[in-house]
């Protein structure tokens, strides 16, 4: 029963949005086209490996070198529907929305926002040179004089509920919406996070291989006028 609820949720989301819009495919099922990579091993060593692959029409991150995967377009105010399952030991990962400058934290990873998909984490919010505010700030990342989006400082935002994923190797839906300066992420039905004040509201979207394989079969993106209840 708590499945057939999350699923009406799911589908739900289409007519709550407020518009008609066609969805767009980040991913096209075939290569990378519409993407770049952004791996710093890459960069002076010609045996590193890339490691955002197509397997049996899936996007894949192998994990490591640790990098991103960039769009080539920038995208403001939309639904971003992930499907995606840890393909071995589940570990770390991540969606980055509103992503702009490239190596703005640690030489690694772009100015922008993260949506966490780290294994019983998926849902926290981690501040990469773009912040933003949530309910209860100091309960969900501690005291304020530790808070900043650079190296050293309180970044991460903890969600609201860590029991909304699926065993490791399920598959999981994620939904990122953002809107101006509004960011809510759902998992699996649930709603996970919801943040306002985002210091950015627009740029491009990426996704991470930091350290586990994780596979995405679904990547669509829809226009929207207003965020889902």
Same mark, same amino acid.
């Given at each position: $029963?708590?499945?057939?609820?999350?699923? @009406?949720?799911?589908?739900?989301? /289409?007519?709550?949005?407020?518009?008609?819009?066609?969805?767009?495919?980040?991913?096209?099922? !075939?290569?990378?086209?519409?993407?770049?990579?952004?791996?710093?091993? $890459?960069?002076?060593?010609? /045996?590193?490996?890339?490691?955002?692959?197509?397997?049996?029409?899936?996007?894949?991150?192998?994990?490591?070198?640790?990098?991103?995967?960039?769009?080539?377009?920038?995208?403001?105010?939309?639904?971003?529907?992930?499907?995606?399952?840890? =393909?071995?030991?589940?570990?770390? *990962?991540?969606?980055?929305?509103? /992503? #702009?400058?490239?190596? =703005?934290?640690?030489? $690694?990873?772009?100015? #922008?926002?993260?949506?966490? $998909?780290?294994?019983?984490?998926?849902?926290?919010?981690?501040?990469?040179?773009?912040?933003?505010?949530?309910?209860?700030?100091?309960?969900?990342?501690?005291?304020?004089? !530790?808070?900043?989006?650079?190296?050293?400082?309180?970044?991460?935002?903890?969600?609201?509920?860590?029991?909304? !994923?699926?065993?490791?190797?399920?598959?999981?839906?994620?939904?990122?919406? *953002?809107?101006?300066?509004?960011?809510?992420?759902?998992?699996?039905?649930?709603?996970?996070?919801?943040?306002?004040?985002?210091?950015?509201?627009?740029?491009?979207?990426?996704?991470?291989?930091?350290?586990?394989?994780?596979?995405?079969?679904?990547?669509?993106?829809?226009?929207? @006028?207003?965020?889902?209840?």
């Amino acid at each position: $029963m708590k499945n057939i609820l999350r699923l @009406t949720v799911i589908l739900m989301f /289409a007519y709550l949005s407020g518009t008609n819009a066609q969805s767009i495919s980040l991913f096209n099922g !075939e290569d990378l086209n519409g993407w770049h990579v952004d791996v710093p091993e $890459m960069d002076d060593n010609p /045996a590193a490996r890339n490691p955002f692959i197509v397997r049996d029409g899936m996007l894949v991150s192998l994990g490591t070198p640790g990098g991103h995967l960039i769009t080539d377009k920038i995208h403001k105010d939309y639904r971003l529907e992930v499907d995606y399952r840890f =393909a071995g030991k589940p570990g770390n *990962c991540g969606i980055l929305v509103h /992503a #702009s400058t490239p190596r =703005a934290l640690y030489n $690694m990873f772009p100015k #922008s926002m993260e949506v966490q $998909m780290m294994h019983n984490n998926a849902g926290d919010f981690w501040c990469i040179v773009e912040d933003i505010k949530v309910p209860d700030m100091e309960k969900r990342r501690g005291r304020p004089e !530790e808070w900043g989006i650079t190296e050293g400082k309180k970044r991460r935002i903890r969600n609201l509920t860590e029991k909304s !994923e699926h065993k490791p190797g399920e598959w999981n839906t994620m939904i990122i919406e *953002c809107l101006d300066r509004e960011v809510k992420v759902w998992v699996n039905g649930d709603l996970v996070n919801h943040g306002y004040d985002c210091t950015a509201d627009e740029g491009q979207i990426a996704v991470q291989a930091e350290g586990s394989e994780v596979e995405f079969r679904k990547l669509e993106l829809t226009p929207i @006028t207003s965020l889902s209840d």
